[in-house]
C-alpha cells in the first residue's frame, strides 16, 4: 500500500495547533497499521461515503477525509463535519 497526501490536506495539517497535528498524525499512524493488518478498529468510526471516499474520526469534532484506490490511500482533507460535507459538495 502507498500513502500520500494532498496539498490541501499539507496546508489545512500546518494550520493546526501542535496538540491537534499529533493527534492527526497518531491516528492516520494508526490507519495506516490497520491497512498494514487488514484489522481495523471500531474507534476509528471509518466509514464509506462514495466509491473510494472514505472518513475516519480523528475526535469529535475533527475527521480526515481520504480516498483509496487498490493500492493507493490520498489523505484528502481534515476538517469538522460541516466542513466535510462542503468538501464532499466540490469534490465528488
Do not use: C
Amino acid at each position: 500500500m502507498e500513502y500520500r497526501t494532498s496539498r490541501g490536506f499539507e496546508r489545512i495539517l500546518r494550520r493546526l495547533n501542535p496538540p491537534e497535528r499529533m493527534e492527526v498524525q497518531r491516528h492516520v499512524d494508526a490507519l495506516v497499521r490497520a491497512f498494514e493488518v487488514d484489522t481495523f478498529p471500531v474507534g476509528l468510526g471509518l466509514k464509506k461515503l462514495g466509491n473510494s471516499l472514505w472518513e475516519f474520526r480523528i475526535n469529535l469534532s475533527l475527521r480526515i477525509l481520504f480516498q483509496w484506490e487498490k493500492q493507493f490511500i490520498t489523505f484528502l482533507f481534515i476538517g469538522n463535519h460541516n466542513e466535510v460535507q462542503q468538501f464532499i459538495k466540490h469534490y465528488l
